[in-house]
């Protein structure tokens, strides 16, 4: 058989269905529906859970609408900002380093970005801080956040397109499709549900991680999460912890509907 | 290759010439200065054990391994410095683990060819459908299918459809039916040279199975250690004449047996000696018939003179079997049957003789034992025939080149 062993996937039920596998449709609402109401309820709890309190001026100061808003905006946009960035160099860099004559490479590349994921990233982002004071805190906040999920994708890259069969990749050269035409006609597209895995895993590292970058004053729901410390407040520290957490599941949820669709029928 | 020029081909449809392919880092080159002609029109086999060059010369052909030295000429064209992305879409491909794309449908599978060279839709579904059938496969059930939906032998078959898709003239096929049961494998064989026989494409078909070599190749290159070809020539001349030791060992035992199932048994002239009764006579008729045979057994034949069954010579007048059709005929074989299927009739019957029938299933006659031995003996050509094929003993069996024998026809 030329079919290649079955990538590894998070979540989801999908792998081992028939070709073209896609859950049946009511099987498929409910996994599609079923996490963002478990989300909802969740944040219905939190409104409740805080309305029960009486806020005092500090509290307020946190938690109202206009703040959270402009916090949960910032988190967005700032992941948004790494992940761009981190597909930008992680899926090129992980092609390249599965063409011939540049594998030699993928040891001492892969050890790197391993040691990025290693070192803990708000010891990272506070050694950049120190370290290059001249750049701007949103710099250091996203450069280093960038290192910490470069490691899933460009791995789930690698392994996407080494997993190809060979005897594929030795058809297609051999009915005279180019080297370019093979990657992009053959060999991405048949590394795209693995790829997707690791994309989706540094999704959802990316909006934990950038809750770290309250710590350099770059903003995101982090500053929730701080004032509560700082205040000594646990509702306000509460709210922050659940706002990232259903943000980052929010998140998880939109990528694995992304998936479905992406992932090629036939494998 | 001396041995292999020496049977230089009337119409060399593609021509290696001094090729050689050498490994950094290696003493011996893979390849080593080998020249060879293969003729147009015909199955040309790369026979022999596993590391032995047989795939990497098949991989030169098309360039997916780049010669050290030498020349590629196709159909009188050098393509050894020809784009070969190019040079690979003008040559059908197929290989043993099929290669067909998980992700794209059989339809899309077969069309890859054809849409690189930019063909219109209308013009690429029309050919998808035609050699879907032409392979075997129902095209309505089988198009928008995807690979792992078939079965191993259903994938081949898609691989070589999309290896005829864009009808190249030369195709490459590197055990195309290797990983694959003994029967269905048997079937895509059987297939494949009806195919052939309307295509008639020029084949370079490796495998490192003899019997597979000996009963698909028109011609058979027998590769030794290092690249080397030890033998190039007929497969009956290879089976009756092993060029050397190495050859023979390569043959195994049993290459007289595997000879008997080079012949079709349309080549061969059937003995029409036999006494036979209709099976309209009436008894006296029989009793007088099975008189005056000199045989133990007389043959019956319907009003189409088609065989039905045995009269026994020892049968009384009175005898209730002797009317009717008689002991049944075991076995009646066709004009596509060989010679081995004859013997294996004949061990099978615990006889000595098989009835052969004609295309229409009307008698033609009868096959003897000691037929199919002198046959096979006659059959080798005499010591110092030099390279030229040796003509069989069967009519219409003329092997001048350049011209295309009725005797190949039917292999």
């Known amino acids: 058989m030329a079919i290649a062993p079955a990538p590894t996937e998070p979540a989801g039920g999908t792998g081992a269905a028939g070709p073209g596998p896609r859950p049946g449709g009511a099987r498929r609402l409910l996994r599609y529906a079923g996490a963002p109401a478990a989300l909802l309820a969740v944040l219905a709890a939190l409104y409740l859970y805080v309305g029960a309190h009486d806020l005092d001026r500090i509290e307020r100061r946190s938690l109202n609408a206009e703040y959270l808003l402009s916090r949960t905006w910032q988190h967005l946009g700032l992941s948004l900002v790494v992940v761009v960035l981190i597909l930008a160099i992680a899926v090129p860099l992980g092609v390249a380093l599965t063409r011939p004559g540049a594998r030699r490479f993928s040891g001492p590349v892969l050890a790197l970005a391993n040691v990025g994921q290693a070192i803990p990233t708000i010891g990272l982002i506070v050694l950049f801080a120190v370290a290059f004071v001249s750049w701007g805190i949103h710099t250091i906040a996203i450069t280093a956040i960038v290192l910490y999920g470069i490691l899933p994708v460009l791995r789930n890259t690698m392994v996407g397109l080494d997993q190809v069969s060979p005897a594929v990749i030795e058809s297609a050269r051999g009915m005279g499709l180019g080297r370019a035409q093979v990657l992009w006609r053959v060999e991405l597209p048949l590394a795209v549900p693995v790829m997707l895995a690791g994309i989706r895993t540094a999704l959802v590292l990316t909006v934990g991680t950038v809750a770290l970058a309250t710590f350099i004053g770059a903003g995101g729901l982090g500053d929730v999460i701080s004032n509560g410390i700082s205040s000594n407040r646990t509702v306000v520290l509460v709210t922050g912890s659940v706002l990232v957490a259903v943000l980052a599941l929010a998140v998880d949820w939109l990528a694995g509907i992304v998936e479905d669709v992406l992932r090629p029928r036939g494998i | ?411």
Not at chain 2, 31 to 47: D, T
């Open chain 2, 1 to 411: 290759m001396t041995d292999a020029s020496a049977t230089a081909a009337p119409d060399a449809m593609i021509r290696l010439e001094n090729l050689t392919k050498a490994y950094p880092g290696q003493a011996e080159p893979a390849i080593g200065g080998l020249s060879l002609e293969i003729p147009r029109g015909e199955i040309v086999v790369f026979v022999g054990p596993s590391g032995c060059g047989k795939t990497t010369l098949m991989k030169l052909i098309n360039r997916l391994i780049e010669p050290t030295s030498g020349r590629i000429v196709i159909d009188g064209q050098d393509v050894t410095e020809m784009n070969p992305d190019e040079l690979r879409r003008g040559i059908g491909y197929a290989i043993q683990q099929t290669g067909l794309f998980p992700h794209r449908t059989v339809a899309q599978n077969i069309a890859t060819v054809p849409r690189l060279l930019g063909w219109s839709a209308e013009k690429v579904s029309a050919r998808v459908d035609e050699l879907l059938t032409m392979v075997g496969l129902a095209p309505d059930t089988y198009r928008d299918r995807y690979p792992r939906q078939l079965s191993g032998g259903q994938q081949q078959r898609v691989g070589v459809a999309r290896a005829l898709a864009a009808d190249p003239e030369v195709m490459l096929m590197d055990e195309p039916f290797g990983a694959i049961d003994p029967i269905t494998r048997e079937a895509l064989q059987n297939e494949f040279l009806r195919i052939q026989r309307d295509i008639r494409k020029t084949i370079v078909f490796v495998t490192h199975d003899i019997d597979e070599a000996v009963k698909l190749g028109d011609r058979i290159a027998v590769f030794g250690p290092g690249g080397r070809i030890a033998q190039y020539d007929t497969p009956e001349a290879v089976l009756s004449d092993p060029a050397d030791d190495y050859v023979a060992e390569f043959i195994g035992s049993g290459a007289y047996v595997k000879r008997l199932t080079l012949t079709p048994l349309s080549r061969v002239a059937a003995a029409t000696d036999w006494p036979t009764v209709p099976s309209s006579a009436d008894r006296e008729e029989r009793v007088a018939a099975l008189r005056s045979a000199d045989r133990d057994f007389v043959l019956v034949l319907d009003g189409d003179r088609r065989p039905v069954g045995w009269l026994g010579r020892d049968l009384a007048p009175d005898d209730d079997r002797l009317t009717g059709n008689g002991l049944p005929l075991l076995s009646s074989l066709g004009p596509d049957d060989t010679l081995f299927d004859a013997l294996n009739a004949m061990l099978a019957s615990n006889a000595d003789v098989v009835v052969v029938t004609g295309e229409d299933g009307r008698y033609r006659g009868t096959l003897g034992m000691a037929a199919i031995q002198e046959l096979i003996h006659t059959a080798s050509p005499a010591a110092g025939a030099g390279p030229e094929r040796a003509a069989g003993p069967a009519p219409g069996r003329s092997d001048s080149p350049g011209t295309d024998s009725p005797g190949k026809e039917v292999r």
